[in-house]
């Protein structure tokens, strides 16, 4: 999933980790996003656990974007009269989205989806995993997923109150779309919140080394509770009881997924959680969208 990522040779008695806090923050921004971030100076599961706990944050710097894109156009057409398509719109928010992770998200979404469909038995499904060739099932799987996005990114903007900043043609309003903005700021926050069920306690990574074994099995229980329940308060603010069960499902169906991709390769890896954040991602904002 994050080719920065990899076991250091430092020895145990060296001087390693950083505090806690701006380690794991920096380190997430770092292994996750295309920000020129340092990182930890050693990786072991402890970095791990750090980055992953602050994952969620990588989120909401996605979603900030967006919602930045959104109040951009609204400013553009409020104050200057210039209205934008919104469909271009939302495909700059997905585009923003993807390449501000160096579409390894993607590519985990490919290899899992070939892997899956391929019905192969766990030692083959986790070499097709490790294939850089994309099937059809994984070139399928990234354009509905991408799709899905762009689809559910416009219907949250148009049903909001936002669009009041709406397709070329329509007048614009002052009221600005918080709605809209609050539910592009939850949509890869909850994403990167699922794929940290992948990383709780209790699951095993497929090799001794690289990215998965950093990661999977050392987030424990309470830290993924307590992102799900800010995630849920957020959705309620954005819109309502609705936005908030939509958010719990969503992450609470990472749940029965990690275990499918634990039984079917007899273990995780890295790419499950790169597929983990677009499936979820793609969930979030169509269930979003229809309540908008």
């Known amino acids: 999933m994050s080719g920065k990522a990899g076991f250091s040779s430092e020895q145990p008695d060296n001087p390693t980790h950083g505090h806690a806090i701006p380690e794991g923050i920096s380190t997430a921004f770092s292994w996750l996003t295309v920000l020129p971030f340092r990182g930890s100076r050693v990786f072991d599961r402890t970095t791990g656990r750090r980055a992953m706990l602050a994952m969620p944050l990588v ?7 967006a919602g930045c894109v959104l109040t951009l156009t609204w400013l553009l057409q409020v104050n200057f009269g210039h209205t ?4 271009v719109v939302a495909f700059v928010i997905v585009a923003l989205w993807e390449f501000g992770t160096r579409l390894m998200h993607i590519d985990g979404l490919s290899d899992v989806a070939d892997a899956l469909g391929s019905y192969a038995p766990p030692p083959k499904a986790r070499a097709i995993l490790s294939d850089t060739n ?3 099932m994984g070139v399928a799987a990234i354009l509905f997923s991408v799709a899905a996005q762009i689809i559910g990114v416009h219907a949250i903007m148009q049903g909001t109150g936002s669009t009041s900043l709406s397709d070329a043609g329509s007048s614009p309003t002052s009221h600005f779309p918080t709605s809209a903005v609050i539910g592009l700021i939850l949509v890869p926050t909850v994403a990167r919140i699922s794929a940290l069920i992948l990383c709780t306690e209790g699951y095993r990574p497929a090799n001794p080394s690289g990215f998965g074994a950093l990661v999977i099995g050392t987030v424990p229980k309470i830290g ?6 800010v995630a849920a308060i957020a959705a309620f603010f954005g819109g309502g009881i609705l936005w908030t069960l939509m958010a719990l499902a969503v992450i609470a169906l990472a749940i029965p997924w990690a275990r499918h ?5 007899d273990s995780l890896v890295g790419d499950c959680l790169g597929a983990t954040i677009e499936i979820a991602t793609a ?3 169509v269930l979003f969208s229809l309540t908008a």
């Open 134 to 136: 994309a099937g059809p």
């Open 59 to 65: 989120g909401i710097f996605h979603g900030l974007i």
């Open 261 to 265: 991709c634990s039984r079917r390769f």
């Open 283 to 285: 969930a979030t904002v």
């Open 84 to 87: 934008l398509d919104l469909w």
């Open 224 to 229: 993924t509770t307590t992102w799900a329940v």
